[in-house]
């Protein structure tokens, strides 16, 4: 098992904080927010101990910060970059704990450092990245405790489940193949009383979010369930193998992949039981379905492994080990670009061109017609454009019927960038039906209303008098906003009876014909 003297190799930690920061310098405010940031701006407003698809921490730990610090993108995204540092870090002194010298801690590193599927998630400010940085304590405080046995770590441990459970749900997964791999290697856990303590922990700290279910008739899942109904259908999303490998850097796998066998044979009982543990949760991820990046803090213990192995490997051949080091660094500083948004816009158009031209194998003299950006950066733009394109349409409403119209949006991006970006509360609230802003909207009265990114044909059977205002056109936005519909609705056929009609709160928005629907599926 682990060398308890292992010491921290410091230069590999402070390697990881200096281009961490080096990134988020980069970043800067070259792009906006991202459509979660904006919900989640809103859902800060609106504090609950839960909502329809997520769980209350990310709000209440936004509006904290934002109450201290204002509603700035840089306050998020320097909160985002903290957390990233410490998710870093953590994960470094993981593979120390399980024995890493110098070598592997840096080996370490380097990976959760430079992988998309670790810099992505760590550059904007969403629940995943504090997920990320519960995951990796908790694998800290596990290892310890299996080591030394100390109640302390235990109950620290109930304390990040905890916190994990009310940051997302994934973390059960986790839960249950720990105790899986805990019954074949140490069962001596069970039969500790700080365990059961630590369990009580968890589910005091989850309590407000079980309780907010109840009273909603158990939302979430119902969430979940439509959520599941509508598979995604981008490669790396749809395809969670694909995804994890193309996230991970496919250059990172000689890592990983040795670390994820290791974890199932090696001698030390510690490291068997996190690595069938590990096994078990990324068996249950896949076949789940769920996106690839559930599965992505998994991915600390197979790099940590992996790192070990490869230190007992090319031990006494300094130079192939620093030749692998430089190799994994190189590697990773050059998938910065497609993981964080470092570059200037025009350069990033022109990488986005002449990749997916590639991959699509365009021989013709113009380029091909493909999407602007790569979705997780075309998602950062074109809000502001929307929030001017409906306020015109909304100033040129006459001023005596201003005061009637409803807002109602088609996305929840739509709706917080609406709520969040309109500098100087020129519009009425925006409402949807699409996640928790049907819970929001429930009291809302839709008698005339400025629609946002419906089609006419949706609106059309739910009201007399139905007209296109125009359609927003954006030139790096998702395509599923571009070219969307505003339309003015009035008289409605049978009023009141809209906010349900217009609810989706167990339905994710779906692109069709150009634009963003919400599903009209509910339970009412």
């Known amino acids: 098992m682990a060398n308890p003297l292992a010491k921290p190799a410091w230069s590999a930690w402070i390697f990881c904080v200096l281009v961490k920061l080096a990134v988020f310098a980069l970043a800067g405010r070259q792009y906006g927010y991202l459509a ?22 990310i709000a209440w730990i936004i509006a904290g910060v934002t109450g201290l610090f204002g509603k ?29 010298r110098s070598a592997a801690q840096w080996i370490t590193g380097i990976v959760v450092l430079f992988a998309p599927a670790f810099l992505s ?45 009310l ?24 039969a500790r009383r700080e365990t059961w303590a630590a369990a009580g922990i968890a589910l005091v700290f989850a309590s407000p979010f079980v309780y907010w279910q109840i009273a909603e008739n158990w939302l979430f899942l119902e969430f979940v369930r439509a959520y599941n109904d509508r598979p995604p259908e981008a490669l790396v999303v749809a395809q969670p193998v694909f995804g994890l ?35 078990i949760c990324l068996v249950l991820f896949l076949a789940a379905g769920v996106k690839f990046y559930f599965a992505t803090p998994l991915f600390v213990l197979f790099t940590a492994q992996g790192s070990l192995l490869w230190e007992r490997w090319l031990e006494g051949r300094r130079r192939i080990r620093a030749a692998l080091i430089a190799a994994l660094a190189v590697s990773g500083v050059t998938a910065v670009p497609i993981a964080a948004p470092v ?61 009637r119209v409803q807002i109602v949006a088609a996305y929840f991006g739509q709706a917080g960038a609406l ?15 699409h996640n928790n802003y049907h819970l929001w ?20 059977p739910l009201y007399e008098d139905v007209r296109v205002l125009g359609r927003f056109h954006c030139r790096r936005c998702m395509a599923r906003e571009n070219g969307i519909y505003l339309l003015r609705a009035r008289s409605p056929v049978r009023p009141g009876q809209y906010p349900d009609r217009l609810a989706a709160c167990r339905c994710a928005a779906v692109a069709e014909g150009g634009a963003v629907r919400a599903g009209v599926a509910h339970r009412w």
Request: hydrophobic share 50%.
């Open 36 to 57: 979660d940031e904006l919900y989640f701006l809103d859902a800060s407003e609106r504090l609950a101990a839960g909502y329809v698809d997520f769980p209350p921490a």
């Open 72 to 100: 700035d993108l840089l306050v998020l995204r320097t909160l985002a970059c903290l957390v990233g540092i410490g998710v870093t870090l953590v994960a470094v002194d993981v593979a120390r704990l399980l024995g890493a």
């Open 121 to 165: 998630v760590q550059s904007i400010l969403t629940m995943n990245v504090f997920d990320q940085l519960w995951w990796v304590a908790g694998f800290w405080f596990a290892i310890r405790y299996l080591e030394e046995r100390r109640p302390a770590h235990m109950l620290a441990l109930g304390i990040v489940f905890g916190c994990a459970l």
């Open 167 to 190: 940051t997302k749900l994934s973390i059960l997964a986790w839960f249950a193949a720990l105790a899986a791999g805990a019954l074949m290697y140490a069962r001596w856990v069970f």
């Open 245 to 279: 490998f193309a996230t991970m850097n496919p250059l990172f796998v000689i890592i990983w992949l040795p670390g994820l066998v290791y974890g199932l044979i090696a001698k030390s009982a510690t490291v068997r039981t996190f690595g069938t543990a590990s096994a």
């Open 343 to 403: 570059l200037p816009p025009n350069t990033l158009q022109r990488v986005t061109d002449f990749i997916r031209d590639g991959e699509q194998g365009h021989r013709g003299k113009e380029r091909a017609a493909v999407g602007r950006y790569f979705p997780h950066f075309a998602e950062m733009h074109g809000w502001p454009e929307l929030v001017a394109e409906v306020y015109r349409h909304y100033e040129e409403i006459p001023f005596d019927e201003r005061s």
């Open 419 to 433: 709520n969040q970006l309109d500098n100087g509360d020129r519009l009425p609230t925006a409402h949807s039906g």
């Open 441 to 460: 909207s429930r009291e809302a009265e839709f008698g005339d209303v400025l629609f946002v990114g419906f089609q006419q044909e949706e609106i059309t």
